[in-house]
């Protein structure tokens, strides 16, 4: 890990430590390296379980209209309209 990643890291937990006994903390750069650090790791195994449910959980409520290429109504200039 280089030093901005490290430094960026422990600023993040040094803030959350403040307030919070445990974190995890997971986060990827622009070129896709992916940095993580938790407080402990049984909590942030339950921390991160718990936050796949919730995605999941909100995910199941998005509703996902696919557009065909030839429709001139997509905004976004992709097939997929959220």
């Keep these: 890990m280089n030093k901005m990643k490290n430094k960026s ?4 937990k040094n803030s959350l ?7 995890a903390v997971i ?10 650090d ?7 195994i339950m921390l991160m379980d718990r ?3 919730l995605i999941e ?3 199941d ?5 696919f557009i065909d290429e030839e ?3 997509n905004d976004l200039g992709c097939p997929i309209k959220l």
């Design 9 to 12: 890291l422990n600023y993040i």
């Design 17 to 23: 430590s403040e307030h919070f006994d445990n974190f």
């Design 27 to 36: 986060a990827i750069n622009r070129e896709g390296d992916l940095i993580w």
């Design 38 to 44: 938790y407080s402990n790791w049984m909590v942030a």
């Design 51 to 53: 936050a796949r449910d």
């Design 57 to 59: 959980n909100d995910a």
């Design 61 to 65: 409520d998005a509703d996902i209209i």
């Design 71 to 73: 429709d001139d109504d």
